[in-house]
Structures are given as C-alpha cells and as structure tokens.
C-alpha cells in the first residue's frame, strides 16, 4: 500500500512537472525546455538545486552535437560512440583536452517534441540518473541535432568557471584515453 502511494505520488508529481514547465511561454527550443525540465526533476524530485547553464558546457554540447552524425533508431544498440574530434572539441571550450569533472549524456531522440519520453530517456538510464542525483553536478549545457539530444553536465571547478580562459586553441594531440571519466552511454 505504501509503495502504492509512493507510485502515485510520483506519477502525478512526474506530470505536474510539465503542467508547471510548460505553463510558461514555450519558445519552441528543445534544448531550453529540456534543461527546465531535468532541472524541474531535479529540483521536485531530488530536491536539490537546479543545474545552473554553464557556458562552456553548453559549448561543448553544442559541439558534439553538431558533429554527432551516426545514425541511431530504436532497434540499433552502441554502448560506446567514439568521438574523434572530441580532443578539439573540449579544447575549444575548456582550454584542456582531458576532463574528469564532466559527464556528456547524450540520447536518440528524433521526437524532441515528445517532452515526457525526452525527459524519461534520461531519467529512466541509471547510468544518466546517477549523474543527475549527484549533487556535485552542478552545471549544465545542452545541444542537438536531428537525431540527438546531448546534455553535458559539469562539476564546480575552475575548468568550468567562465573565469578560466579559453583560448580557442586547437590542439593536435590524439584522441587517447580522452573518455576516462566520462560516461557515454547511448540512449535507446
Ligand atoms: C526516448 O524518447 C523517445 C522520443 O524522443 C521515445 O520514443 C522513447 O520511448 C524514449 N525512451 C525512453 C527509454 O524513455
Ligand atoms: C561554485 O563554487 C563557488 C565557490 O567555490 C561558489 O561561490 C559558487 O556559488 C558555486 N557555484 C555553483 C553553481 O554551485
């Protein structure tokens, strides 16, 4: 009975999150309404502090995104993507080309429109929950393309602060080791 409750509870608290989300003009950005969404979760749910849109995160999203172009549907399963400019890619956003304070989540999801499966797809991986619930994520960034939808999140340290410079520089140094740390599941 009490595990009832609690399903219930959960089950109306999940959808009052998009009655309360989207009762604010929606501007027709995925990307916008997905990050208010985890961070309505995360702040109904998990009771802890919103992600708070962290610039060099949202680079680095942005990025990948625009150069993640493999092909995913739901019958396909790649339990790794291989990101071979990802070097680069974090160089030009973070001026370092390895990180293990960050965590790139990114999902299939042709369907943007589709808030609630968009937010489930992350909140129904463990491996993404588990990022979500930990309190020393406290950034965010999000970009996408046609077919994905990639959240970075970022932990509170001088290589995410905006304080830190990035020089744009574009490093030639090999994509080696680059994801240690660094959780890259595909949503399916
Ligand atoms: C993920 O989102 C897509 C829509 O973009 C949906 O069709 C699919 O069912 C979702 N998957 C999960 C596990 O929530
Ligand atoms: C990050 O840490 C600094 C101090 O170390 C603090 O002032 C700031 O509020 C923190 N930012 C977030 C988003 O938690």
């Not at 501007?27 to 985890?38: A, I, P, S, T």
């Not at 950034?139 to 001088?158: E, F, I, P, R, Y």
Request: a neutral charge.
């Amino acid at each position: 009975m009490a595990s009832l409750r609690f399903n219930i509870y959960h089950y109306v608290l999940f959808h009052a999150i998009f009655l309360l989300s989207s009762a604010g003009l929606s501007c027709g950005d995925e990307k916008q309404d997905l990050l208010k969404n985890l961070n309505a979760y995360r702040t109904l749910f998990l009771d802890l502090p919103a992600f708070t849109k962290n610039k060099k995160a949202n680079c680095l999203a942005n990025e990948i995104a625009d150069r993640l172009d493999q092909p995913c549907d739901q019958t396909t399963r790649v339990d790794q993507i291989k990101l071979d400019s990802y070097a680069d890619q974090l160089m030009d956003c973070t001026g370092t080309n390895h990180v293990t304070d960050a965590v790139l989540m990114p999902v299939c999801a042709a369907d943007k429109a589709d808030e609630v499966a968009l937010l489930h797809n992350y909140t129904r991986r463990n491996q993404y929950k588990k990022s979500i619930k930990d309190s020393s994520y406290t950034g965010a960034g999000v970009g996408s393309n046609d077919n994905w939808m990639v959240v970075v999140l970022n932990k509170n340290t001088s290589t995410w602060s905006s304080s830190a410079g990035t020089n744009g520089l574009v490093s030639g140094a090999g994509a080696v080791s680059l994801f240690l740390g660094i959780l890259f599941y595909l949503v399916l």
